[in-house]
């Protein structure tokens, strides 16, 4: 405890660090308090039961209120949250593969990285005007009744409502960019983070109230439940950390400019993550997820179509979660392949002279690291499946509550441990930059100088 109090004191210290988390701070605080604002022309009163009553605690629904921190049931003016600009940035990343012009910009450095953020944030804004009506006529369906809307649901109340929730939008990739640049970083992420935190003590407290007052297992059973959540993350923290580490040596110039193998010199290494597609392939699968549940409405008439919308309408029940954990294996070997340039690398390490023992430059090196990387990603991808799956199993084996269990894997709980271990990181950089202890004595934060 000692020690941790002097880490604070060291980064309280340092003026700079202190000012950049302030600043992230009072940013963040900033989105929370939009978050409670409720649109214009909508009555609050009114939205108090939206997720108990429809069930949007659960499924996509369920996902996009986290996130957004509860905004997303609030008909807040962030209703929309940061999702858009995520949805924008995956479009561009994947149409950067087909489309040339992209490809180039990808290579152009600074100017085209800004040319780039430039076009995903017009998308965003394509995005949220296509995403602001259909939310805000959903909320119908969702159990909002119609004299929510104070002003009706006319032009006079839907032209300045989809204006106001396409301007959060933009406020909020502001805020985040903001925190990016003037803040500790990965501002976009600290935002679905801190939304996701939000809503947990929430979930906490009603597991507990269940568990305590309806003589369901009483606070024994709490305690195991939080005991089983701390490994949980630690199991989430070693998927994120894990890496597989390449050795690679330089070729030393020469006073006569010519290079000669550096055999006795300090090997340096490549580190192969385990898992480095990240969250996105729950992303892509949840977003497929809700394809089964159409097919069976347009065989409503069939025995087919009914148990495939009973079954696939349950986000806890076992097909659901079979074909989730499937889609989410496939996508992480097909969105690896698309991020990891194993052959960009290999020419990289080519250019500097660098070479793997045993290995030769060039395309052996590109198709030893592709080699490499498969073999990695079938356990990475097996183990983030079962993550992603965890929240069905302790829903139906130990009866917890639907809004608690969902912090027991998936989304939420693996986009938490990144952008904390992120964070950590990015504090430890200044910290060890001017010689003080890091907030992690050992392992590979502490290298991040």
């Known amino acids: 405890m000692k020690s941790f109090i002097e880490t604070i004191s060291n980064i309280w210290k340092i003026e700079e660090l202190r000012n950049r988390i302030l600043i992230t701070l009072g940013l963040l605080l900033v989105y929370r308090f939009g978050c409670q604002i409720v649109l214009p022309g909508i009555d609050s009163a009114q939205l108090g039961g939206l997720v108990d009553s429809t069930g949007t605690d659960q499924g996509i629904f369920g996902i996009l209120n986290a996130f957004t921190g509860g905004a997303f049931a609030n008909a807040s003016i962030f209703a929309l949250g940061i999702m858009p600009y995520i949805s924008a940035s995956i479009v561009v990343q994947l149409m950067g593969i087909a489309i040339p012009y992209l490809q180039k910009l990808q290579k152009e450095g600074e100017s085209g990285r800004k040319t780039i953020n430039q076009i995903t944030r017009w998308l965003t804004i394509g995005i949220c005007i296509v995403q602001a009506p259909a939310y805000l006529y959903g909320l119908g369906a969702f159990g909002v009744p119609d004299t929510a809307f104070v002003l009706g649901k006319g032009l006079d109340f839907m032209v300045p409502a989809v204006i106001i929730l396409v301007t959060g939008c933009v406020f909020a990739m502001w805020l985040g960019e903001k925190i990016t640049d003037k803040g500790i970083g990965n501002g976009i992420s600290l935002l679905i983070m801190i939304g996701i935190i939000a809503t947990m003590p929430q979930s906490f407290v009603q597991e507990f109230i269940s568990r305590t007052t309806n003589n369901?297992?009483?606070?024994?059973?709490?305690?195991?439940?939080?005991?089983?959540?701390?490994?949980?993350?630690?199991?989430?923290?070693?998927?994120?950390?894990?890496?597989?580490?390449?050795?690679?040596?330089?070729?030393?110039?020469?006073?006569?400019?010519?290079?000669?193998?550096?055999?006795?010199?300090?090997?340096?290494?490549?580190?192969?993550?385990?898992?480095?597609?990240?969250?996105?392939?729950?992303?892509?699968?949840?977003?497929?997820?809700?394809?089964?549940?159409?097919?069976?409405?347009?065989?409503?008439?069939?025995?087919?179509?009914?148990?495939?919308?009973?079954?696939?309408?349950?986000?806890?029940?076992?097909?659901?979660?079979?074909?989730?954990?499937?889609?989410?294996?496939?996508?992480?070997?097909?969105?690896?392949?698309?991020?990891?340039?194993?052959?960009?690398?290999?020419?990289?390490?080519?250019?500097?002279?660098?070479?793997?023992?045993?290995?030769?430059?060039?395309?052996?090196?590109?198709?030893?690291?592709?080699?490499?990387?498969?073999?990695?990603?079938?356990?990475?991808?097996i183990f983030l499946a079962l993550l992603a799956v965890l929240p069905a199993v302790v829903v139906k084996l130990m009866d917890v509550q639907?809004?608690?269990?969902?912090?027991?894997?998936?989304?939420?709980?693996?986009?938490?441990?990144?952008?904390?271990?992120?964070?950590?990181?990015?504090?430890?950089?200044?910290?060890?930059?001017?010689?003080?202890?890091?907030?992690?004595?050992?392992?590979?934060?502490?290298?991040?100088?």
């Not at 271990?421 to 890091?438: A, E, F, K, P």
């Open 402 to 449: 639907a809004g608690w269990a969902l912090f027991y894997g998936g989304t939420s709980l693996l986009i938490m441990v990144g952008v904390a271990i992120d964070t950590v990181q990015q504090v430890n950089s200044y910290l060890l930059n001017r010689h003080y202890d890091g907030l992690m004595k050992t392992g590979k934060n502490r290298k991040v100088a």
């Open 216 to 381: 369901n297992g009483g606070l024994m059973f709490v305690l195991i439940e939080v005991i089983i959540w701390f490994l949980v993350i630690l199991a989430s923290v070693l998927l994120v950390m894990a890496t597989r580490q390449i050795p690679v040596q330089y070729a030393r110039r020469t006073a006569s400019g010519g290079y000669e193998k550096n055999v006795m010199g300090s090997r340096q290494y490549i580190p192969l993550k385990l898992n480095a597609s990240g969250v996105m392939p729950i992303i892509f699968a949840q977003a497929i997820m809700f394809v089964p549940g159409m097919i069976g409405g347009a065989f409503d008439d069939t025995s087919f179509g009914q148990w495939m919308q009973v079954n696939f309408s349950d986000i806890f029940g076992w097909a659901y979660n079979i074909l989730f954990a499937i889609l989410i294996i496939i996508f992480t070997y097909f969105y690896t392949a698309i991020t990891v340039p194993t052959n960009k690398m290999a020419d990289d390490l080519k250019r500097s002279g660098g070479f793997i023992p045993g290995i030769r430059p060039g395309k052996e090196t590109g198709d030893y690291l592709d080699k490499i990387m498969s073999l990695i990603t079938l356990p990475g991808s």
